[in-house]
């Protein structure tokens, strides 16, 4: 039923077609594929979180391990730096074949995301599970909000 729904013919060739496609990603170069992404190059992605106790930073690097990524708080930015590796079958001698496209970043990366104020570096923690790091970022106590009982008068 929906084996004819495909993009409208161009009319071009394969090879014509495949030099129009680099044409809109070189020019696009840095720009975000849609909406909902992160400019190309933001590597790794993450979900920032924040509650009356703490910040929560998640960070998707799949294919990174424990060792693989240096988490550090400097002047209030906490900065991830670490380096991705290649696929295997696809380092050095790879780069020699033409490839018609590549959205898999390999090589050194650091990200930096800007926290709030009076978080408690001392008691920061971070665990990995599968390529995610949860980074869990404690306000120091006496920022935290406090509720105040209302008494009778």
């Known amino acids: 039923m929906f084996g004819d729904l495909r993009r ?3 009319g071009l060739s394969p090879e014509a077609d495949w030099f129009r496609q680099w044409f809109q990603d070189l020019f696009n170069e840095g720009g975000a594929a849609d909406i909902r992404s992160v400019p190309r190059g933001s590597f790794p992605m993450i979900n920032v979180g924040r509650t009356d106790d703490a ?3 998640y960070v998707l690097a799949a294919g990174l391990g424990m060792n693989d990524l240096d988490i550090s708080v400097q002047d209030n930015v906490l900065i991830l730096r670490g380096t ?3 696929l295997p079958g696809h380092g050095e001698e790879d ?3 033409p490839s018609f496209r590549r959205e898999r970043f390999d090589g050194e990366f650091v990200r930096s995301i800007a926290l709030p104020e009076g978080i408690d570096v001392e008691r920061a923690e971070a ?3 599968d390529g995610v790091f949860e980074i869990h970022l404690p306000k120091q106590e006496e920022l935290k909000p406090r509720r105040i009982e209302i008494q009778a008068a």
Request: glycine share 0%.
């Open 55 to 57: 910040v929560r930073v």
């Open 95 to 97: 780069s020699r074949r």
């Open 8 to 10: 409208f013919d161009t």
């Open 84 to 86: 991705r590796n290649a």
């Open 127 to 129: 665990r990995c599970h």
